[in-house]
């Protein structure tokens, strides 16, 4: 839980901006009783904490429908409303206060519009998964949010790492903060080589510990997939 709120509380900081001066450093601020911090806690911040810890728990909500059964799955379907509930709330808050507080640039567009108009669609199609039975449906419209709102805070900060609260001209740009360009092709040959085995093993990890688990009291079998 804090690790989650507090990723989704740097998102919103970095969304909205941050206090970098000339040199990149961070500009203390002083906040009284907890002393100086990098940045003080804002309303799109905190927002975008508790909607973090609200969308991780609800994709762990529908990931654990599609893998049990029995009692546990009918609980997790039973908990699915007011989780949904909650995430719509803060998702609503969240985005009303990105669009006010945050700065204009990345804003607009034409995919910025098309993933926007996705991702509303795919927030309405989880319930009626649910509803309709549809443990994968609602488990792939889950994961397509996510998919979207991480493209669409791409997009609101692109070209820029750090945006700069102080002054535009002291933002932190991704070509400012790449590495050299040896370092670069150093670190794809390693991911050319590395990532084939985190997929191999993932695959197999998920292979291993397929089928669906039915729970039921203090009993739990697994069943054939």
């Not at 998102?11 to 003080?40: C, K, N, Q, R, Y």
């Not at 108009?117 to 009626?128: E, F, M």
Request: glycine share 8%; hydrophobic share 55%; proline share 5%.
């Amino acid at each position: 839980l804090v690790a989650t709120f507090v990723f989704g509380v740097a998102v919103g900081a970095l969304m909205e901006g941050i206090p970098v001066d000339s040199s990149g450093g961070l500009v203390l601020v002083d906040t009284g009783m907890l002393g100086e911090i990098t940045f003080a806690l804002s309303p799109l911040s905190i927002s975008s904490g508790l909607l973090a810890v609200s969308l991780f728990a609800l994709h762990g909500l529908l990931f654990l429908n599609l893998r049990t059964a029995g009692d546990y799955q009918r609980r997790l379907r039973k908990a699915f409303l007011p989780f949904y509930v909650v995430f719509v709330i803060l998702f609503v808050v969240t985005t009303v206060l990105a669009l006010r507080d945050m700065p204009p640039v990345g804003r607009s567009g034409l995919w910025v519009a098309i993933v926007g108009i996705l991702n509303v669609l795919a927030v309405l199609n989880l319930p009626r998964s649910m509803y309709l039975g549809r443990p994968w449906g609602a488990f792939v419209s889950s994961s397509a949010v996510i998919v979207a709102l991480v493209f669409l805070f791409g997009r609101s900060i692109f070209p820029n790492l750090v945006t700069s609260s102080l002054d535009p001209a002291f933002n932190i740009t991704i070509f400012d903060a790449a590495s050299t360009q040896a370092t670069m092709l150093t670190m794809l040959v390693v991911v050319c080589f590395g990532v084939p085995f985190v997929l191999l093993y993932t695959a197999i990890t998920y292979w291993t510990f397929r089928g669906v688990i039915e729970v039921s009291g203090d009993d739990a079998r697994e069943e054939a997939p």
